[in-house]
């Protein structure tokens, strides 16, 4: 695995950079505010529509279309109350990053920010710390989906 390299890896730096302070946003007052989620949508389809005009491997459609499908099936947790509309507003730059490259890399990927999570949760439980009625998932999110796009690239 040689790793990514050109514009699909500043996408990828871009959501780790933009994931780095949302998640330490989250953490602290479990809120992913609109000034971070929309640039990180913003600047990764931009990056990512620049790889697609420097011709490297991967597909822009592709890769809107995973944002527009991740983002409605999170709205649809978030109608059930288990999710925020925080991680509703990161799920296009997840999507997008996640969707360039394959539909089985989305699907995967997303899956690990909950797989990192219920880890996560369990262990934070089993080390006798109190139960939380709300979980930040967005650091979920961003780890979930970098690991794996970074393995798979």
């Given at each position: 695995?040689?790793?990514?390299?050109?514009?699909?890896?500043?996408?990828?730096?871009?959501?780790?950079?933009?994931?780095?302070?949302?998640?330490?946003?989250?953490?602290a007052?479990?809120?992913?505010?609109?000034?971070?989620t929309l640039?990180?949508?913003?600047?990764?389809?931009?990056?990512?529509?620049?790889?697609?005009?420097?011709?490297?491997?991967?597909?822009?459609?592709?890769?809107?279309?995973?944002?527009?499908?991740?983002?409605?099936?999170?709205?649809?947790?978030?109608?059930?109350?288990?999710?925020?509309?925080?991680?509703?507003?990161?799920?296009?730059?997840?999507?997008?990053?996640?969707?360039?490259?394959?539909?089985?890399?989305?699907?995967?990927?997303?899956?690990?920010?909950?797989?990192?999570?219920?880890?996560?949760?369990?262990?934070?439980?089993?080390?006798?710390?109190?139960?939380?009625?709300?979980?930040?998932?967005?650091?979920?999110?961003?780890?979930?989906?970098?690991?794996?796009?970074?393995?798979?690239?």
């Amino acid at each position: 695995m040689g790793g990514a390299s050109g514009w699909f890896a500043a996408a990828q730096y871009w959501v780790a950079a933009c994931g780095v302070a949302l998640a330490l946003i989250d953490i602290a007052v479990q809120r992913l505010p609109d000034v971070l989620t929309l640039p990180a949508c913003g600047g990764t389809l931009f990056l990512l529509t620049a790889a697609a005009l420097a011709g490297e491997t991967g597909s822009l459609g592709r890769a809107a279309a995973a944002a527009a499908v991740l983002t409605t099936a999170f709205l649809l947790m978030a109608f059930t109350g288990a999710m925020g509309l925080g991680d509703v507003k990161l799920a296009p730059a997840i999507g997008a990053l996640l969707g360039w490259s394959s539909w089985t890399v989305l699907f995967w990927g997303a899956a690990a920010g909950f797989v990192v999570g219920a880890v996560s949760e369990v262990a934070r439980m089993a080390a006798g710390r109190s139960r939380r009625t709300h979980v930040s998932f967005g650091p979920y999110m961003v780890i979930g989906a970098l690991a794996y796009s970074v393995v798979t690239a």
